[in-house]
């Protein structure tokens, strides 16, 4: 135990020492629960693509909890977080992205409220989008949400495809209600 206190003390004091030192050096960021790449990229100066081309991201939307991404931000602080649990989430091999317009959208997965109005809408595209099935397809787009099967990874449970859809629709539009204006306009979200 007092390893583990010593261990977690000096790796406090090494980021307190790095952020205070750092200025035009490449800062690393530990992702938490609820970060998004473009929150991470309005946090430190910096864009989503310069986030995504330095850290080579293959999905801009599938990010892992206690993943450290680089980020080359401008801002006159760096912001470092400490990884206290050695074991990181393994990271899964994604084939190229739909194309996509980016949302300075901070919203998240675990921070994401589903209230009435986005219930409403989240409802309404699984119902254009599939009829509200589960197990639709249609070429490389699977479920209720038809969702890219790289942004599934293989695991097409009904938990799953709630869990990417929410993280999804956070990451790119900030709401439900937000992809469902956009799904109006250009059929499709």
Do not use: C
Not at 143 to 155: N, T
Not at 177 to 188: E, G, I, M, T
């Amino acid at each position: 135990m007092k390893m583990k206190n010593v261990l977690l003390s000096t790796a406090a004091a090494a980021s307190s020492l790095f952020a205070i030192g750092a200025t035009a050096h490449a800062a690393t960021v530990t992702v938490k629960a609820g970060d998004t790449v473009s929150a991470i990229a309005k946090q430190n100066n910096t864009t989503v693509s310069a986030i995504e081309k330095a850290n080579q991201l293959n999905n801009v939307n599938l990010i892992f909890v206690g993943q450290q991404l680089e980020v080359n931000g401008t801002a006159n602080s760096a912001t470092t977080t400490t990884q206290t649990n050695t074991t990181q989430s393994s990271q899964t091999t994604q084939s190229a992205p739909v194309a996509q317009t980016q949302s300075q959208a901070s919203t998240s997965t675990s921070n994401y409220s589903n209230n009435g109005s986005d219930s409403d809408a989240k409802a309404w595209i699984a119902n254009k989008e599939s009829g509200g099935s589960y197990s639709a397809t249609n070429g490389q787009y699977i479920g209720k949400y038809q969702l890219s099967a790289s942004y599934l990874g293989g695991d097409y449970s009904a938990a799953n495809q709630e869990r990417v859809a929410d993280s999804y629709v956070a990451s790119r539009y900030g709401s439900w209600s937000n992809a469902k204006a956009h799904w109006l306009a250009n059929n499709w979200y």
